[in-house]
């Protein structure tokens, strides 16, 4: 051994430092302690951005549609051909309904079969393909899985879109790959809209009669009533609830999250102002459509949506077309109208443009270098 007096002997005073390992000495460097991601960590870039369009996710997505689609016809053309023998046969005093369960399998087979592209791809293509085939396979097996044709409602509808709801949050929130893809949302927004739409209106007991009356032998009416004025109040506090939403996350930054709350804006506020037509009249009804149109159009071009600016900006100008034709009565007076009004909106565009100090669509693009000649 070595001792102090030994040349061999190391002569730092700090020699061999008390942990080898950590040059600095002390206790070993604490490791800090794991952050859970939070929701938009988790979502990713989806939640901010809106996903590009590519050739190769666009031609998958319709691929599913039309799988989807067939599995429709397939399962819908076995199951009528079931209902058609055993009403011509007399067997039963029912339709046999037993064959809708070709399509739930077949249906469940294409969700089964996307839910394993999203886990294994987890993007490009296939992924966009596992989203769609997972999202439209879920209400179509649920459709022909709760079908009863003995008697009161065809389908529960209750049943149909709860699941669907709950699957298509749960895939948004938690399934890796499936996470952050608007399409669950904008279905999820979809549904709320048209169950609680129909809930107002009329009850499907009163329209199932008329659906499978010839096969029954028994009447319903066409018609059922419609009380418009409930629909529009529901389509219309949906609607404003949406881009309410929509509004506040293009505000602070998640522009992708509110793509479905935007998309699905569309169609509730077009039906609310259809069913509130009756009652508002033509020249209120053009008036509406006005104020709307303006509104979302000034919403869309603020935060760079194209088609919800251009869309409203139709629906303003088609709003003050109501109106024209509701005062003016021969067709050269409304067509003379409507040239004032074009007018009248190229006007106030640049108006507009310059109050709210909008850059030009394009930047300015620097001058081209003028070719040499070469020698």
């Not at 079931?82 to 007399?90: A, E």
């Not at 389908?155 to 895939?171: E, G, P």
């Not at 399409?183 to 209106?201: P, Q």
């Amino acid at each position: 051994m070595t001792g102090p007096h030994d040349p061999q002997y190391p002569q730092d005073p700090n020699y061999p430092p008390q942990y080898p390992y950590y040059p600095t000495g002390g206790y070993p460097p604490q490791q800090p302690e794991p952050v859970r991601p939070n929701l938009q960590q988790r979502l990713g870039a989806r939640i901010t951005s809106r996903p590009a369009p590519r050739f190769g996710v666009t031609l998958a997505g319709v691929g599913v549609a039309l799988v989807v689609l067939g599995v429709v016809v397939w399962g819908g053309t076995y199951l009528v051909q079931g209902v058609i023998t055993s009403v011509t046969s007399g067997a039963s005093s029912t339709p046999d309904d037993s064959r809708r369960f070709l399509g739930f399998v077949l249906a469940l087979v294409v969700v089964a079969v996307g839910y394993t592209l999203i886990i294994t791809s987890r993007t490009g293509p296939l992924v966009t393909a596992g989203v769609a085939a997972s999202a439209l396979g879920v209400p179509v097996a649920m459709e022909f899985l709760t079908l009863d044709l003995s008697g009161g409602e065809p389908i529960n509808s209750d049943a149909v879109v709860w699941v669907s709801i709950v699957i298509y949050l749960a895939s948004y929130l938690f399934v890796r790959g499936a996470r952050g893809h608007t399409f669950y949302l904008g279905l999820t927004a979809l549904l709320l809209w048209e169950y609680v739409v129909g809930k107002a209106g009329p009850s499907t007991n009163e329209i199932a009669p008329s659906v499978i009356g010839p096969f029954t032998g028994t009447s319903g009416s066409l018609s059922p009533s419609l009380d418009t004025s409930t629909i529009a109040g529901v389509s219309l506090v949906f609607a404003v609830g949406y881009y309410l939403i929509a509004w506040g996350l293009d505000h602070t930054g998640r522009r992708g999250m509110a793509l479905p709350f935007v998309l699905v804006g569309i169609p509730a506020t077009v039906v609310g102002i259809a069913a509130l037509a009756p009652h508002t009249k033509q020249v209120g009804t053009g008036i509406v459509m006005v104020i709307v149109g303006l509104l979302l159009c000034r919403y869309g071009a603020r935060y760079g949506r194209r088609f919800t600016a251009w869309f409203w900006g139709l629906v303003a100008a088609a709003g003050t077309v109501v109106i024209a034709s509701d005062v003016a009565r021969s067709g050269t007076s409304v067509g003379i109208t409507m040239i004032v009004l074009g007018i009248a909106f190229v006007a106030v565009g640049a108006l507009a443009a310059r109050a709210f100090g909008e850059p030009d669509e394009l930047p300015e693009t620097a001058p081209t270098q003028p070719r040499v000649p070469v020698a």
